[in-house]
């Protein structure tokens, strides 16, 4: 017979899924260490006795992992290691009945804008005037700054609206206010998420606004780098690319999902854009701003995709040679316009186009770094690890992209630290060098 734990309540927040995700625990953790409570994050060692489990819900593989997270912590209940586990975020926001049903030694479920709810049953109280309060669980030097939630469009593929709700811009006071605080806390990187960033504004302001958002941006003393994340093809506001042009705060850096380039693929996805507009608004980027690294991601295996269509994809891909990519497999999304189409195209066949892009990708890689070598780059440094220290330059985000790796027995660079490098050896994503004064 289980019997409940003794010890003082420790709260362990453990998140599961992208970077808002991130950003939420870190609300979430900022406002329980506001009332009082013991909280940590992900802390293995000594676990904490009440457990809440921030999910994500976006693909197949990911609502597995945060079941699977879920079952490990109601085992851990079950055995009398831990006395309460909490379930939030987008998989309880989307399947609580089911999950209720299925996994009910979880003492409760909340969804993505239960957050008050959620610290009521901890105990503790939302506090309305703790804006810009985050326990940030990245490292020192670099925070995400979440400018707006859910998301108003109708890709056929995405299940976020469901999950995230309409799009909601957070105003701009708000949110350089929070900017400064994060600097008076060490941060020196911004990188700004949302699921849609080139939609900001228009709820608050008629107008998209992320350009006079930058603009307030840059003025906060200590953010030395600003980097965008989650841009959305149709209907970019092309004035912030004058800003990261003339803003050396504003990171030569958009991560832009394309998704895909056949234009029959890109109405039945319902991306408001096609082949042609695709290629101009890149062709704009270059033009523009001819230093912007961008990245996108694409999806391979979508219902309809022929091997011709993705043979167009992959040819597309080697021509526009950009400097970072990722590639999803299709993954079926109950309630979304896509799962009314047959989902036609066998696993393997999927993987395998995921495979097919990645090689070219990888080359292409190569070949750009190569002409990296004998340059110099400022980079900054987010942690050591084995043998070197491993930082990046403004053309990479953290966990997602290349990384400039300093060898630890011959040099010291300290983390968190901007530091200028030369590069001397290059692969297919890593970059190696020396500091120089």
Not at 40 to 48: I, K, S, T, Y
Request: net charge negative.
């Amino acid at each position: 017979m289980r019997t409940k734990s003794t010890k003082q309540n420790k709260i362990n927040v453990v998140t599961l899924g992208c970077s808002k995700n991130v950003y939420d625990s870190e609300v979430l953790m900022g406002q329980l260490k506001a009332n009082g409570k013991n909280v940590v994050h992900e802390d293995e060692n000594d676990e904490g006795n009440i457990v809440v489990i921030n999910t994500c819900g976006f693909i197949g593989k990911a609502k597995e992992e945060s079941v699977n997270t879920i079952l490990h912590y109601a085992n851990k209940k079950e055995d009398g290691e831990v006395d309460k586990v909490y379930v939030t975020g987008c998989l309880s926001e989307r399947y609580k009945p089911d999950l209720e049903a299925e996994i009910s030694n979880v003492d409760q479920y909340f969804g993505t804008q239960d957050l008050p709810n959620l610290l009521k049953v901890l105990e503790a109280d939302y506090k309305h005037e703790l804006i810009g309060e985050r326990l940030t669980t990245t490292p020192k030097h670099y925070a995400y700054l979440k400018i707006a939630e859910g998301c108003d469009r109708p890709c056929s593929f995405c299940a976020i609206p469901l999950m995230r709700g309409k799009h909601r811009s957070t105003p701009i006071e708000e949110l350089v206010q929070e900017a400064e605080k994060l600097a008076a806390n060490g941060i020196k990187e911004l990188i700004l998420i949302a699921q849609d960033l080139t939609y900001y504004g228009l709820d608050l302001y008629g107008k998209r606004n992320l350009a006079d958002l930058l603009k307030e941006l840059v003025k906060v003393e200590g953010i030395e780098w600003i980097r965008l994340h989650y841009a959305f093809p149709a209907g970019f506001p092309l004035d912030v690319l004058e800003v990261m042009k003339n803003e050396p705060k504003v990171c030569n850096y958009l991560d832009i999902p394309l998704q895909h380039i056949n234009t029959e693929i890109l109405k039945s996805m319902r991306r408001g854009t096609t082949y042609e507009k695709t290629n101009k608004l890149l062709r704009e980027f270059r033009t523009s701003v001819p230093k912007m690294a961008i990245r996108t991601t694409l999806i391979v295996g979508y219902p309809g995709e022929t091997d011709e269509i993705f043979q167009e994809l992959k040819a597309w891909v080697t021509k526009m040679r950009f400097e970072r990519l990722g590639v999803f497999a299709y993954s079926y999304e109950e309630d979304t316009h896509a799962a009314t189409l047959e989902d036609n195209i066998p696993e393997e066949v999927k993987e395998a186009r995921v495979a097919e892009i990645m090689e070219v990708q990888a080359q292409i890689s190569w070949e750009l770094n190569q002409e990296k070598v004998g340059n110099v780059y400022r980079c900054i440094f987010d942690r050591k690890e084995g043998a070197y220290f491993i930082g990046r330059t403004e053309h990479d985000s953290p966990d997602v992209d290349n990384e400039v790796l300093v060898d630890a027995s011959e040099n010291y660079v300290k983390t968190g630290e901007f530091i200028n490098i030369k590069i001397h050896e290059a692969g297919d994503f890593d970059l190696y060098g020396t500091p120089v004064k």
